[in-house]
């Protein structure tokens, strides 16, 4: 469960809930009235006189106008629920990738284990192999057995000896 707590695609979690919220914040932002403001001046060089009248050479407008949606179709319903699905689609990628690291996290027990066990087999068996070496010795000393079984003997306790070797450095 450490895993669940400091591996960072975990904490995601948290970041795509209030991302959700907020999209959806923002979707509900669609049915409050929407205010527009523009201007525009204009100069001219020349104007007309009309009987008597003229114009000015400037002219300004300024427009207000506000917008309140009635109805949208279910476009906004729509969106909401399109938001919703592509966040649980990621929150269920984040728990696809947690249980990837849950299984390697578990793969790495497992051989750390299995590597420990080994370790610990060929100790045992070089222990053995030292003991027979000390009979097959005295055997050698009263002329029993030929020198080359004792020979024998120290070269499977080099091997076991490079394999408890091999295995430490793992």
């Known amino acids: 469960h450490g895993v669940r707590i400091n591996y960072p695609i975990a904490k995601q979690k948290q970041l795509l809930d209030e991302m959700e919220r907020t999209s959806i914040r923002e979707l509900n932002h669609n049915w409050f009235p929407r205010m527009n403001f523009g201007g525009r001046g204009a100069f001219q060089t020349e104007t007309i006189s009309f ?5 000015p050479n400037d002219s300004y407008i300024a427009t207000l106008s506000t917008e ?3 109805y949208d179709g279910g476009q906004t319903g729509k969106s909401k629920s399109v938001e919703h699905l592509n966040s649980e689609a990621k929150r269920m990628n984040n728990e696809v990738e947690m249980y990837g690291v849950f299984d390697k996290v578990s793969q790495m027990y497992c051989q750390t284990l299995l590597l420990r066990e080994s370790r610990n087999i060929l100790k045992t068996v070089e222990k053995d192999l030292s003991a027979k070496k000390d009979q097959i010795a005295k055997a050698v000393e009263n002329g029993i057995v030929l020198h080359s079984n004792l020979d024998e003997i120290e070269v499977q306790i080099l091997s076991t000896q490079q394999s408890i070797l091999e295995a430490n450095g793992n």
């Open 51 to 55: 009987q008597g009248l003229s114009f």
């Open 68 to 70: 309140q949606p009635l």
